[in-house]
């Protein structure tokens, strides 16, 4: 027992954030587990698609989902930059967002760290109604296709997360907590990521997976999935370290809890405003 305790905690420290390298190209486990989420959410999507008899072409996953990542890809960025580094966009605003740094009169490519969850899915929604837009397709029609599969797809990047040692849990004396090598300190902490991984992700994809086939509006299972992400997220946070540059935001409150709060408003709102539109047809 005090073996697997001893490698449990101190498991973090013995993951190697690269998958492989080649050359000068480095793969790393973070963005790989991007490919992985999407590649999931494309082939349930397909799923549904070919057993449930929706309206949608084969092609359609696929041609949503190109739109969709590339709203992760900007969306993810520009909400970091804004909700979690404004002060060092402010100093230099052209440097937050390319992954070019200089020294010595020379420039190397230093690649972009920090991504926002909630910033992601601003961009996903903007890309998404863009191409609903093109493809003359309804808009929570085409979201409520992927929605169902989007948690297991998520439960993928936080394990990214985790193997980078990054977005650790608050110090904690429980025998759960692991010791995270970029982490100030040298505390046990709760590991928040593998936390959401598990509510945020597979637990949320089991309901909302579960009840696809049985919702009662077109709309209800994407405001859900909002209602509930930003629900388990908001607690999930008061296991997780705020951001060391923000801090608490409001009272004792995290930014992601007050990105959760309005996430779970808007859950509700689309909920009621699906409501009110399927009562009128």
Not at 54 to 61: A, E, M, N
Not at 120 to 125: E, M, R
Not at 128 to 147: A, M, N, P
Not at 237 to 243: G, S
Request: glycine share 10%.
């Amino acid at each position: 027992m005090n073996d697997f305790l001893a490698w449990w905690q101190h498991l973090p420290s013995q993951m190697n954030p690269v998958f492989f390298t080649i050359g000068p190209v480095t793969i790393r486990w973070y963005g790989t587990m991007y490919i992985v989420a999407f590649t999931i959410v494309y082939l349930l999507s397909r799923y549904r698609i070919a057993t449930e008899k929706l309206k949608f072409d084969k092609s359609f996953p696929g041609d949503a989902l190109t739109w969709a990542m590339a709203g992760v890809l900007l969306g993810g960025r520009i909400g970091y930059v804004l909700f979690y580094g404004f002060h060092d966009f402010l100093a230099n605003p052209i440097g937050s967002f390319l992954p070019i740094a200089s020294s010595n009169g020379s420039c190397r490519f230093s690649g972009i760290s920090g991504m926002s969850y909630h910033g992601a899915l601003i961009g996903v929604v903007i890309a998404l109604f863009i191409f609903t837009r093109k493809s003359r397709s309804g808009f929570f029609e085409t979201v409520d296709l992927f929605i169902p599969a989007v948690p297991l797809g998520y439960t993928f990047g936080r394990l990214g997360n985790f193997i980078n040692g990054e977005l650790y849990g608050r110090i904690t004396t429980s025998a759960i907590g692991m010791y995270f090598p970029l982490a100030p300190g040298t505390e046990l902490r709760f590991p928040s990521q593998l936390f959401e991984a598990l509510f945020e992700g597979i637990v949320l994809f089991v309901l909302l997976w579960s009840i696809r086939k049985k919702t009662p509006w077109t709309g209800f299972i994407s405001g859900l999935y909002l209602f509930g992400y930003g629900f388990v997220r908001f607690f999930i946070e008061f296991f997780r370290e705020p951001d060391a540059q923000l801090g608490f935001v409001f009272f004792s409150f995290s930014m992601g809890q007050v990105l959760c709060f309005l996430m779970m408003a808007a859950g509700i709102a689309i909920l009621l405003v699906t409501r009110l539109s399927s009562l009128r047809k």
